[in-house]
């Protein structure tokens, strides 16, 4: 469902959109000093953010309290091997702030001296520390640490890959999905559906209460019309049923059709929105029956994404708060040539258009509901933060909501209410995503094509396998199987597609692309994880179990590469909790498989020299497939597949 802009100021830039969601996320970082020693992470956690704050720790004892902050560490992942696994930026901002200027690696070398004075800092990083270049500070996880996470993801039987819960749970509201009632899911929809999905998934997996809400466009004018229709095709109490949804598109159709061209007609329409606007069962009883009947293949769509769990809670659940909304802005709502409307602060000759919480004629608009549903989440559903998944183009409508409902106190002032915009769908042409005859994609016929092409190639593959003769009966596929299979590869296809992406960005939409064997695509992740199904089956079937008391042992560089990949799942996933962006999660695993295949080349499993190297790999090789698992099923919401 779309929430008009055109009433909100439309000068603001997507710089200053940008500028909002960074202060809104860099609330999600305490910016405050640590003034304790924080507690080393389990095999596991967050070693990431574990080091920031130790590093924030380091710097306030060395130099006063005021630069204790993970600001001013600046520890990040190191983007070379020769820069060790983390790099402590620090010393070159601290030189110049530091009363009489200091060189900056005599800086850094302080910086080490606290570091290595720190006994948690100890159980993960081997010292001594290095200090390169001007003065940067690089951090090397220990083989130990290392050693113990791997073998830690490798044991979890809970599939979280020992990656802890958060240690103090929100409850988050994440409205996405939003289509319209009477109306098909086009592929407008996929976009909010898959992205609002994942981070839904993301902040439930780090123990956050999650409410994911579907705010559908369930009123408004156009009922009238559609009303009207139904009284004439298949009043309600008649022999027909609700029509279905396929049959509504037109139904939807012929309803404008007649609004449009017979007065008489137009005028009925109108009396209907009366009569339903002030709750006449009769009108009440036809719109249920829309909404029914719209549900159906809403959720048809949603069972075939794997999407669950969405509430809906749409646009007519408001309409009893919406003119209470209006009296809770107080002051802040002004009567302007009979509207009334929400000035944005600031200079009067210079701050742009009103945002209409009430038009003239007494109806509410979008910015209304909009505010009685951030007053509602935040007060009776108790969020302590709402994210709204919607395209980029409405940027300028939330944060004219947002602002009015924080002036105003319709939410608390720690609340955060953040929009996650998305770009937009485009053909393989760069121009609208459209049929041939120009109309919008219907997301039903978007999926039927990657599925039905998803097979084909399959299918093909299968076929020259078949042709060579393998032995390998672990890989044959009848019929049921493959079709099976091509609905997880096609759909994971789709989806994987989009969230690896930058959201921001629009996309160009390209089936052969997205269905690639190679590259980050969702066919080339889930034959990565099934491959390592089939090593590990391998293995097992030699007695080279991952469970068991056997350590993790580094013989060669790509087992210790692979180990400390494993170690970044943790904070890969704490950052897409903050940053809300699924495709940096799409680049680690992507990397995971390649770093893993690497490894694969230099060490072998079943053929290792030892046992208890064998018994070592065998733990790689789970811990990888628990990593691939955890976040391509779990958190992007593409199940795994056993075989392919």
Not at 620 to 633: D, R, W
Request: glycine share 8%; aromatic share 8%.
């Amino acid at each position: 469902m779309l929430r008009s802009a055109a009433a909100l100021r439309p000068g603001a830039s997507a710089a200053a959109r940008a500028a909002k969601r960074r202060r809104l996320a860099s609330t999600l970082t305490p910016a405050a000093p640590v003034s304790a020693a924080p507690a080393p992470p389990p095999p596991g956690g967050d070693v990431h953010g574990y080091l920031a704050k130790a590093a924030a720790y380091a710097l306030g004892r060395e130099f006063g309290a005021e630069f204790g902050t993970e600001r001013y560490a600046a520890l990040n992942v190191a983007t070379k091997k020769e820069f060790g696994d983390f790099q402590c930026n620090a010393a070159l901002a601290l030189s110049k702030k530091l009363g009489a200027p200091r060189p900056p690696r005599d800086v850094a070398a302080d910086i080490v001296r606290a570091l290595e004075a720190d006994a948690g800092v100890a159980s993960v990083v081997s010292f001594p520390l290095e200090i390169a270049g001007p003065g940067f500070v690089n951090l090397r996880l220990s083989d130990d640490y290392l050693a113990r996470t791997a073998a830690a993801m490798a044991a979890d039987a809970d599939g979280r890959c020992g990656v802890p819960r958060a240690a103090a749970p929100r409850t988050v509201v994440v409205d996405y999905s939003s289509p319209n009632i009477a109306k098909e899911m086009h592929v407008g929809h996929l976009r909010s559906t898959v992205i609002g999905d994942a981070l839904a998934n993301c902040l439930e997996f780090a123990g956050h209460d999650v409410r994911r809400v579907n705010h559908v466009g369930d009123w408004g004018t156009q009922f009238g019309m559609l009303l009207a229709h139904l009284d004439d095709v298949a009043p309600v109490g008649g022999e027909n049923d609700a029509p279905e949804l396929g049959d509504l598109v037109a139904f939807y159709k012929e309803a404008k059709a007649r609004f449009d061209a017979d007065e008489s007609f137009k005028l009925r329409a109108r009396d209907n929105v009366v009569a339903l606007q002030g709750g006449d069962a009769r009108s009440l009883a036809a719109w249920r029956r829309l909404c029914a009947a719209s549900r159906v293949e809403f959720d048809a769509i949603y069972d075939r994404l794997g999407v669950a769990g969405l509430e809906e809670v749409g646009e007519s659940f408001y309409n009893d708060r919406l003119e209470a909304t209006v009296a809770a802005l107080g002051d802040l709502a002004e009567p302007s040539e009979g509207a009334t409307v929400v000035w944005p602060p600031g200079d009067p000759e210079t701050r742009g258009n009103p945002m209409i919480v009430r038009k003239s004629d007494g109806g509410f608009l979008y910015a209304t509901t909009d505010l009685a549903a951030a007053a509602y989440r935040c007060g009776d559903l108790k969020a302590d933060r709402v994210l709204y998944v919607t395209d980029a183009g409405q940027g300028p409508h939330f944060a004219a909501v947002f602002e009015a409902a924080k002036r105003a106190a319709l939410v608390a002032g720690d609340a955060l209410l953040e929009h996650v915009p998305f770009g937009l769908v485009r053909g393989e042409d760069g121009k609208k995503f459209a049929t041939r005859s120009g109309e919008t994609v219907r997301l039903k016929d978007l999926l039927d094509e990657a599925e039905r092409r998803a097979l084909a190639d399959l299918r093909a593959r299968r076929d020259d396998r078949n042709a060579e003769d393998s032995s390998d009966a672990s890989l044959d596929f009848d019929d049921a199987e493959l079709a099976a299979l091509a609905r997880a590869v096609g759909i994971g296809a789709v989806k994987y597609a989009d969230l690896s992406l930058n959201r921001e960005s629009n996309y160009k939409f390209s089936y052969g692309k997205m269905l690639a064997l190679t590259g980050n695509t969702a066919p080339y992740m889930l034959y990565s994880y099934a491959r390592i199904n089939g090593i590990r089956r391998r293995a097992a079937e030699r007695g080279d179990a991952a469970a068991g008391d056997a350590a993790v042992v580094f013989d060669d560089d790509a087992e210790r590469a692979l180990a400390r990949h494993l170690a970044l799942l943790a904070p890969t996933l704490v950052n897409l909790e903050r940053d809300l962006r699924p495709n940096a999660l799409c680049d680690y695993l992507f990397e995971l498989a390649q770093i893993f295949n690497r490894f694969y080349e230099s060490c072998p499993v079943t053929q290792a020299p030892t046992p208890e190297l064998a018994a070592s790999r065998a733990k790689l090789c789970a811990a990888t497939a628990g990593a691939l698992k955890l976040g391509l099923s779990t958190i992007l919401g593409i199940p795994v597949v056993d075989r392919m």
